[in-house]
């Protein structure tokens, strides 16, 4: 699979890029219904198509539907560019190949599918965060955007908490090395297990305080057994 | 009439109650006296906190602190520090069970 992307990326970079003139020129051909000047004008700019595709790599959707959809948002462009505005053809199709990325990634990222409006609130959140913080330098809090949104803080909470991108425990633990054999499971730290350090600390502190007993008389070690409520203590075996 | 200023130890005072199933120190020194090591509650106090500090020097060695009779006697006092020793010695005693 790695090796169909490479010589794709290959094929890509043979094609030579269009000059504004060229441009205009095959726009012209693609009005008047050459199919072949379309056809060009979609692989000369393929090459933009794959970076912003790239650029969304890391949102959990492969790279090869992600370039699929960019293509498509690239033949969208192609077929409503309109030459005599006086823009550049990638200028233009920027904004389509985007859209068309970023519907696919929030159509197919994560696992939860979050309802329309639950999509709109985040997008008013960030762009509100955006807001915020250019006026006031700050960040606001969860309960602000809330009260600005007109929305409650657990629903709020809810949305973000659903909105977060989800992580496959099998999947690979490093995101620039996919065929790294650690997983994600195995870098995760078990909290229901002691730490090490403390552990040791502890397992050594019992050692001294153990030697420390030895030296007790019998009067001391029965008083300090009944005040701490141990029935007997065999200090003389070797347990620990 | 203002309360008389007291003594007031740093960390507070360690009770029975921190100890699950431990004795006060007039029980101690009655079971110690039927024992035979006749004794009343200031002197269970004494040998605890005796005790204690014979377990506080080899800690204070682990941890750096200076080993003198008023830093042992200050450690032993400590709530802290009995809480911390009674859980050691209850480790020992489950293991050993």
């Known amino acids: 699979m790695a090796g169909d992307l490479k010589s794709y990326f290959e094929a890509v970079g043979r094609t030579p890029l269009l000059s504004r003139q060229e441009e205009v020129e095959l726009s012209k051909r693609i009005e008047s219904g050459d199919q072949r000047a379309r056809d060009q004008m979609i692989r000369a700019n393929i090459r933009l198509a794959v970076s912003i595709a790239k650029k969304y790599s890391n949102k959990g959707c492969d790279l090869e539907d992600l370039i699929q959809e960019s293509s498509l948002g690239l033949i969208k462009a192609v077929d409503r560019f309109d030459w005599r505005k006086g823009f550049k053809f990638s200028t233009y199709a920027y904004w389509w190949i985007k859209q068309s990325v970023r519907q696919h990634v929030a159509a197919q990222s994560g696992s939860i599918k979050l309802p329309a409006y639950a999509k709109g609130t985040l997008f008013k959140m960030r762009q509100l965060t955006e807001e915020y913080e250019e006026e006031f330098g700050i960040a606001p809090t969860q309960q602000e955007i809330a009260d600005l949104l007109g929305t409650t803080l657990s629903t709020l909470q809810s949305i973000i908490k659903s909105a977060a991108t989800t992580v496959s425990l099998d999947g690979s633990a490093f995101q620039s090395d996919p065929e790294s054999n650690k997983r994600m499971h195995e870098m995760l730290v078990d909290d229901s297990l002691p730490d090490l350090d403390s552990e040791i600390d502890k397992n050594h502190l019992t050692h001294v305080v153990r030697e420390a007993l030895t030296n007790l008389t019998p009067r001391e070690e029965t008083v300090l057994r009944l005040r701490f409520g141990i029935s007997e203590l065999d200090l003389d075996g070797s347990l620990l | ?97």
């Open chain 2, 1 to 97: 009439m203002p309360m008389p200023k007291g003594f007031k130890a740093e960390n507070g005072y360690a009770t029975t109650k921190q100890f699950a199933g431990g004795d006060d120190y007039r029980s101690i020194a009655e079971k110690m006296t039927k024992d035979g090591y006749k004794m009343n509650h200031a002197t269970a106090r004494n040998i605890f906190l005796s005790a204690l500090q014979k377990i506080a020097r080899p800690v204070h060695g682990v941890h750096n602190i200076p080993v003198s009779g008023d830093k042992l006697l200050k450690t032993a006092k400590d709530p802290r520090f009995q809480v911390g020793v009674a859980e050691i010695l209850n480790t020992i005693h489950s293991r050993q069970k």
